[in-house]
């Protein structure tokens, strides 16, 4: 098989789905890998590392998409891209199509077999390919809501930890998964008052267990939600249901009760975001303010930080790549049903109901 990696060419996107070392991999297995010039120049991987690992260096994306039969990426395709999809085509990435009915619609018309890492999820119920990501992320949150709430960045003028004497901020989040435990280790680390908020029990108490009492744990409602934000200086969205668009947890009257400087960094934006003021950012354009209350979406935030982000999610991604170069797609698809849970196009037609509901369409079972 023949594997393709071109560049990423969202925003500020500097990860690379394929690194060196899994490029040699594919190579021992009989594959053929094509990479983009300069796909991994952001995560500090250089052409010359990928010709020694075996990897052929390609001088235009378009010809890595022609000449692939399986294209790895990272980020959902954008503009520029779309009009490479074509039958026969397998595209194995990060895609969070709930909200993005137009992208959706490309990849059916196109035929093209969408397998979304998101959505690939073991039978113990984990998200592989998802966790390294919202690591990363969950950690970041915590350190960019700190370094918006400086005066000069337009918050309230809050050192998060505070200081002898002085009340540490107050740090809200949304949801106890890989996000809300990651957010909760960095802010308690540095210092903050943390109160997670989770629509789970059970889930609460592991995390009174995990923390031993050092936050505070909430069940989820409206009312708790609104209180709380209203106290709150940071406050971070780490919903998720897995290929679905997130809920709207957070509403508009809600933001408008909060302090003025205050910061919501709203992680679950690649899934449409948790927050009914939110809206997609990019890493040149990070923030925005709705009623005095700064807003930080960015839909690719682990990219800030490429050459941890790369390693973190190739480590992961590639045991399944490898599946699938190996079988080929079909077998691969009947075989593993770990990765029918990540397909979320076949051939024309929507195969994962978390997608579909969110867009109000029909779907079909890969089976």
């Not at 560049?7 to 190579?27: N, T």
């Not at 490479?84 to 992208?103: C, D, I, M």
Request: proline share 4%.
């Amino acid at each position: 098989m023949t594997i393709g990696v071109p560049r990423e060419v969202k925003d500020h996107e500097a990860r690379v789905a394929l690194v060196p070392s899994g490029a040699i991999a594919l190579r021992e297995a009989g594959h053929d890998v094509l990479v983009e010039t300069r796909a991994g120049e952001g995560s500090a991987l250089t052409d010359r590392e990928y010709m020694h690992a075996g990897a052929t260096i390609v001088e235009k994306a378009s010809d890595v998409w022609a000449k692939a039969d399986l294209i790895v990426k990272v980020k959902e395709p954008q503009s520029s891209e779309v009009g490479f999809f074509r039958q026969g085509l397998t595209l194995f990435t990060y895609l969070h199509l709930a909200p993005l009915r137009e992208l959706t619609d490309r990849l059916l018309a196109s035929g093209t077999i969408g397998i979304a890492y998101e959505t690939i999820r073991e039978t113990d119920g984990s998200l592989p390919l998802l966790t390294p990501m919202s690591e990363v992320a969950g950690r970041m949150a915590v350190q960019v809501g700190a370094q918006y709430l400086e005066a000069p960045n337009g918050g309230r003028g809050l050192l998060l930890g505070g200081v002898p004497g002085v009340a540490p901020a107050n740090v809200t989040i949304l949801g106890g998964g890989v996000v809300g435990t990651n957010s909760a280790k960095i802010a308690l680390g540095m210092g903050a008052h943390v109160t997670i908020i989770d629509r789970s029990l059970n889930r609460l108490r592991e995390l009174d267990d995990i923390f031993g009492g050092q936050l505070v744990t909430l069940a989820s409602n409206a009312w708790t939600i609104s209180e709380t934000l209203k106290h709150s200086d940071l406050v971070i969205g780490a919903v998720l249901i897995p290929g679905a668009s997130a809920p709207k947890l957070v509403r508009s009257q809600m933001i408008a009760n909060m302090k003025r400087g205050a910061v919501v960094v709203d992680v679950a934006i690649d899934q449409g975001g948790c927050f009914e003021t939110s809206h997609a950012t990019t890493h040149t354009e990070p923030v925005y303010f709705v009623d005095g209350v700064l807003h930080y979406c960015v839909s690719n935030m682990p990219a800030a930080v490429p050459h941890t982000s790369t390693f973190a999610l190739t480590n992961a991604t590639f045991p399944y790549l490898l599946d699938i170069a190996n079988k080929g797609v079909e077998r691969a698809l009947h075989e593993r049903e770990s990765l029918r849970t990540g397909l979320n196009t076949y051939k024309g037609e929507i195969t994962h109901a978390g997608v579909a509901e969110s867009q109000g369409r029909t779907w079909k079972p890969f089976e």
